[in-house]
């Protein structure tokens, strides 16, 4: 068999529809020389039965170990992988079909160690996993943090859509140990060093994220946590823009407050609001999902916010060793 030329390689834990989804969509690729590696990181709820039905459609390997979360489960898998580049997805996504081909263009053209793509809502998606994507990709809210345009400064792709060099992830020491944060910590590492990375926006995927409210706050509410965490490991990545959810926070909390005694302050925070559903339903043309986008966006800004908070007094106040607060059940 010849030797493919990507290895994407899938962690899953307790998601085997996902994680169908995602390998119907990898059958549709009209690029073929790529393998894909599924590691179980110690299901309870198992996808081999899912595995077998693509044996025959994908070149696939399925791995199971005990659970130790995403990074070092996306280490594991790297170890067995033959391809050129390393592809991570989140068993969460959806493939279009040109991904690959969009790649190779782009690689060919600009040659690079590592890359990545922006993420979108597939047409299939609930109204609240709509709303959650613009969320996390709109101006309005942290969508220029994750770099779904072409910025001036570096990229630093995220794990749910990431390419390396199998020779730039082996000098950097692969994923570090970390449950959140460690596709950026992989980054920094990666850049620090001199490794070169790309911006491909035509290479999107579909990312489902998590299904309600408070899965979402959960998740963003860490990686608040964990970006002070990136800050102790790397001194000097912490940017303005990243304490812009701190400040609508703590912003928001002192207009809130304010407004019992000018009662016009309040206007403040619907004009947001205002801008948030106008915005919405200008990308997703549904009421719905702009009424929800509202919702998302605060929830958003305020779980990150607040774990922001929690991480700086405890690390940088108190001086307190690395930590996350919804750690037991990460993937849920």
């Not at 993420?119 to 959650?132: C, E, G, L, N």
């Amino acid at each position: 068999m010849t030797t493919p030329q990507y290895s994407v390689i899938i962690p899953v834990y307790n998601r085997p529809d996902e994680v169908d989804e995602l390998l119907e969509s990898l059958t549709h690729q009209s690029f073929k020389s790529f393998e894909v590696i599924v590691v179980e990181d110690g299901s309870t709820i198992p996808c081999a039965d899912v595995i077998s039905k693509y044996t025959d459609k994908l070149n696939i390997t399925y791995l199971v170990k005990e659970n130790t979360g995403p990074g070092t489960t996306r280490n594991f898998g790297a170890l067995r992988a033959s391809g050129q580049y390393l592809i991570f997805f989140d068993s969460d996504c959806i493939i279009p079909e040109h991904y690959f081909d969009k790649v190779n263009k782009a690689l060919k053209n600009s040659p690079v160690d590592a890359f990545g793509g922006p993420d979108r809502a597939h047409p299939s998606f609930s109204s609240v996993q709509k709303a959650i994507n613009y969320s996390m990709t709109s101006f309005f809210t942290t969508g220029g943090i994750r770099g779904g345009k072409k910025r001036m400064d570096k990229f630093y792709p995220r794990s749910f859509n990431m390419g390396i060099h199998c020779k730039a992830f082996e000098a950097v020491g692969g994923f570090a140990p970390m449950r959140f944060g460690e596709d950026v910590d992989l980054s920094l590492r990666m850049v620090s060093q001199g490794f070169t990375t790309l911006l491909i926006p035509d290479a999107y995927v579909f990312h489902k994220r998590r299904t309600d409210f408070r899965k979402f706050f959960r998740q963003v509410y860490n990686s608040g946590v964990a970006r002070i965490n990136l800050h102790m490991l790397h001194p000097g990545s912490l940017k303005l823009v990243h304490l812009f959810p701190t400040a609508f926070v703590i912003g928001m909390i002192a207009l809130l407050v304010f407004s019992l005694f000018c009662y016009c302050l309040i206007f403040i925070p619907a004009l947001y609001c205002l801008l948030v559903f106008v915005h919405a339903l200008f990308e997703s043309g549904s009421m719905q999902v702009a009424g929800l986008s509202i919702l998302a966006a605060w929830v958003q800004l305020f779980g990150y916010g607040l774990g922001f908070l929690h991480a700086f007094w405890k690390r940088l106040v108190m001086k307190e060793q690395s930590f996350t607060v919804f750690e037991k059940n990460f993937y849920k």
